[in-house]
C-alpha cells in the first residue's frame, strides 16, 4: 500500500476562538495518516522503534487553501512520493469529506536514524514504497 486515507472529525478543542481548525492541529493529522499508511502496509512504529529504527521530520510544508471547522470531518490523503536509503517524502492532501473542497496540501521529509540520532539506512519493507502521484 502506498496511499492512504483516512478521516477524522475537527474537534472543539483544536478549534481557535472563531471555529476554525486552528494550524498548529494539521501536524498531528499528518502524523495520523503515516502512521496508519505504514500500519495498512504491514508494518508500525512500534516494532520498527523496538528494532532500533526512528524516523524525525527533517522537512515540513504545509499550504493552507479554505478553513477547516469545528465538527467538519475531513479526508486526510497520504502517500509516499520518493524514498532513498535513509529519507521518505510524504505528500498530503486533506479534503472536506462533505464537500469535496481540497483545504490543504502539505508535505513532509523523514529521515531514519538510530537511538543516537545518526542517520542510518530504512529497513526493508514492502511498506516503504514509493508510488507516483495520482494524474489530475
Same mark, same amino acid.
Given at each position: =500500500?502506498?496511499? +492512504?486515507?483516512?478521516?477524522?472529525?475537527?474537534?472543539?478543542?483544536? +478549534?481557535?476562538? =472563531?471555529?476554525?481548525? *486552528? *494550524? &498548529?492541529?494539521?501536524?498531528?493529522?499528518?502524523? =495520523?495518516?503515516?502512521?496508519?499508511?505504514?500500519?495498512?502496509?504491514?508494518?508500525?512504529?512500534?516494532?520498527?522503534? &523496538?528494532?532500533? %529504527? %526512528? %524516523?524525525?521530520?527533517?522537512?515540513? &510544508?504545509?499550504? %493552507?487553501?479554505? @478553513?477547516?471547522?469545528?465538527?467538519?470531518?475531513?479526508?486526510?490523503?497520504?502517500?509516499?512520493?520518493?524514498?532513498? *536509503?535513509?529519507?521518505?517524502? *510524504?505528500?498530503?492532501?486533506?479534503?472536506?469529506?462533505?464537500?469535496?473542497?481540497?483545504?490543504?496540501?502539505?508535505?513532509?521529509?523523514?529521515? +531514519?536514524?538510530?537511538?543516537?540520532?545518526?542517520?542510518?539506512?530504512?529497513?526493508?519493507?514492502?511498506?516503504?514504497?514509493?508510488?507516483? @502521484?495520482?494524474?489530475?
Amino acid at each position: =500500500m502506498h496511499e +492512504c486515507k483516512i478521516t477524522v472529525r475537527v474537534r472543539y478543542v483544536e +478549534c481557535d476562538p =472563531m471555529g476554525y481548525l *486552528h *494550524h &498548529s492541529h494539521y501536524l498531528p493529522y499528518l502524523e =495520523m495518516g503515516r502512521t496508519e499508511l505504514l500500519r495498512q502496509s504491514g508494518a508500525d512504529y512500534r516494532t520498527l522503534e &523496538s528494532e532500533g %529504527f %526512528f %524516523f524525525v521530520v527533517t522537512k515540513l &510544508s504545509i499550504a %493552507f487553501k479554505r @478553513p477547516a471547522r469545528y465538527d467538519d470531518e475531513l479526508e486526510i490523503v497520504t502517500r509516499i512520493v520518493r524514498k532513498t *536509503h535513509v529519507r521518505i517524502d *510524504h505528500e498530503y492532501e486533506i479534503f472536506n469529506l462533505q464537500s469535496r473542497v481540497l483545504i490543504s496540501t502539505a508535505s513532509t521529509t523523514i529521515a +531514519c536514524v538510530n537511538r543516537a540520532g545518526e542517520l542510518i539506512p530504512i529497513p526493508e519493507t514492502p511498506a516503504i514504497t514509493p508510488v507516483p @502521484p495520482p494524474e489530475r
